[in-house]
């Protein structure tokens, strides 16, 4: 069974990169017909999709974030990462990957991101 | 942007109760739309996808259904482990709306 598993630093610095990484287990990415998302969660508060990618390099973006975020995926490493840019306050949450199409059918545990000086 | 109107936020019910919750959307998004529970501390977990097919392993006391743009997450028969919190989600477009959430909680 697929595992998804998030990494990346808990603290960054407002107008830096937030830079995440998802790594999958329990399969192979490059088997194909997969779909590879990020979401995110205000503390207490509701959740938004960022985006996400086709195992072959395709990406989809959510629009409010189109113009700083990068969602990446490296198949020989079973990994795809999430670069957000000029990261400000609004931008601290729990940060989610997830295995589907613009849905979620498999979620890592998620990790907490704050950003602040 | 499609908007997901969902409702209502809070439900309180006890445990054998028939839940339902409803998520309007502001536009027509076919059945591209996924239901999920999440507990504290949990990522969520997902119930229903394409408006109304199970996902697998989930109980078939979760039901899901489509009326033009209105969507309903049933559950027929409330159990203990079901009190968390529910979340609609469209994915017609890009940007996966979710509906702002209603938590299920003990009346």
């Known amino acids: 069974q697929v595992q998804l598993q998030e990494s990346g630093p808990g603290l960054v610095k407002p107008s830096q990169t937030l830079s995440l990484t998802c790594s999958v287990s329990g399969g192979s990415m490059s088997s194909g017909g997969d779909y590879w998302g990020w979401i995110r969660q205000h503390p207490g508060k509701g959740l938004e999709w960022i985006g996400y990618i086709y195992y072959r390099g395709s990406t989809y973006y959510n629009p409010s974030f189109q113009s700083r975020v990068t969602i990446s995926i490296d198949t020989s490493k079973n990994q795809f990462s999430l670069n957000l840019r000029s990261v400000t306050a609004a931008d601290t949450a729990v940060y989610y990957c997830?295995?589907?199409?613009?849905?979620?059918?498999?979620w890592g545990q998620g990790t907490t991101v704050t950003v602040s000086s | 942007d499609i908007q997901m109107t969902q409702s209502p936020s809070t439900l309180s019910a006890s445990v054998g109760d028939r839940v339902t919750i409803t998520c309007r959307a502001s536009?027509?998004?076919?059945?591209?739309l996924a239901w999920y529970q999440q507990k504290p501390g949990k990522a969520p977990k997902v119930l229903i996808y394409h408006a109304s097919t199970l996902e697998s392993g989930v109980p078939s006391r979760f039901s899901g259904s489509r009326s033009g743009t209105e969507f309903t997450l049933t559950i027929s028969s409330l159990q203990p482990d079901d009190f968390a919190t529910y979340y609609c989600?469209?994915?017609?477009?890009?940007?996966?709306?979710f509906g702002q959430g209603t938590k299920v909680d003990v009346k």
């Open positions: 989600q469209q994915y017609a477009t890009y940007s996966g709306t």
């Open positions: 536009q027509n998004i076919n059945e591209w």
């Open positions: 997830a295995r589907g199409e613009g849905w979620g059918r498999v």
